[in-house]
Nanobody
Framework: VQLQASGGGLVQAGGSLSLHCEAS????????MGWYRQAPGKQRELVAK???????NYADFVKGRFIISRDNAKNTVYLQMNSLKPEDSAVYYC??????????????WGQGTQVTVSS
């Protein structure tokens, strides 16, 4: 299974960016899909998660600004980021829990996409 993330870039504070991450390979089902981020010198932290049933969970620092969604038919998760702040600058990683067979589930990570917000 491979995850391919894209959509990062450079944006001014207050602007918007949209990320997406698609999984390919041997996939029966995908449980949770999530986005994490890691800034230089900091630990990786959860940004948002969405369950297979569509229940979402957001970190407090993005509530009201970011929206996570998924397309199960496309094995894809999206992150719409609005009202971006310089402190949102980080490498953003997608994370899926993939079911590839009976009793076979594993965590997979995308390669990361850089988001830079200028002040």
């Amino acid at each position: 299974v491979q995850l391919q993330a894209s959509g990062g870039g450079l944006v001014q504070a207050g602007g918007s960016l949209s990320l997406h991450c698609e999984a390919s390979g041997r996939i029966v089902n995908i449980n949770d899909m999530g986005w994490y981020r890691q800034a230089p010198g900091k630990q990786r932290e959860l940004v948002a998660k969405i369950t297979s049933g569509g229940t979402t969970n957001y970190a407090d620092f993005v509530k009201g600004r970011f929206i996570i969604s998924r397309d199960n038919a496309k094995n894809t998760v999206y992150l719409q980021m609005n009202s971006l702040k310089p402190e949102d600058s980080a490498v953003y990683y997608c994370n899926f829990y993939v079911i590839s067979g009976i009793g076979q589930g594993s965590d997979f990570w995308g390669q990361g996409t850089q988001v830079t917000v200028s002040s």
